[in-house]
Nanobody
Framework: QVQLVESGGSSVQAGGSLRLACTAS?????MGWFRQAPGKEREGVAA????????DYANAVKGRFTISQDHDKNIMFLQMNNLKSEDTANYFC??????????????????WGQGTQVTVSS
């Protein structure tokens, strides 16, 4: 069992920055950030292979978002810069069970946090 708690969501203006944090009871092989906007399906934003730091990003956020990890504190971060109105969503962190690199594949993730809301106004 893995417990995940997100924090850091807020309302910001377009062009602004936010850093989300996911505090985990433990890290698993694949961990990631996902988001869901009203009326849309949940989508992968960024993922990290915790063993070696390999990352993957959705095309929509490449160059603007950075996923990172603090192994000592079991915290995963998502630094979001140059935010756009289309980034508005509820952001979730997730952890997979199997030692398989799932990247942004939502189906591979079993444990989910409760989400943190990010609202970007233009």
């Amino acid at each position: 069992q893995v417990q995940l708690v997100e924090s850091g969501g807020s309302s910001v203006q377009a062009g602004g920055s936010l850093r989300l944090a996911c505090t985990a009871s433990k890290f698993t092989y694949s961990m990631g950030w996902f988001r869901q906007a009203p009326g849309k399906e949940r989508e992968g934003v960024a993922a990290i292979r915790t063993r070696d730091g390999n990352t993957d990003y959705a095309n929509a956020v490449k160059g603007r978002f950075t996923i990172s990890q603090d192994h000592d504190k079991n915290i995963m971060f998502l630094q979001m810069n140059n935010l756009k109105s289309e980034d508005t969503a509820n952001y979730f962190c997730a952890a997979a069970v199997a030692e398989v690199w799932f990247g942004l594949d939502t189906d591979g993730y079993v444990y989910w946090g409760q989400g943190t809301q990010v609202t970007v106004s233009s």
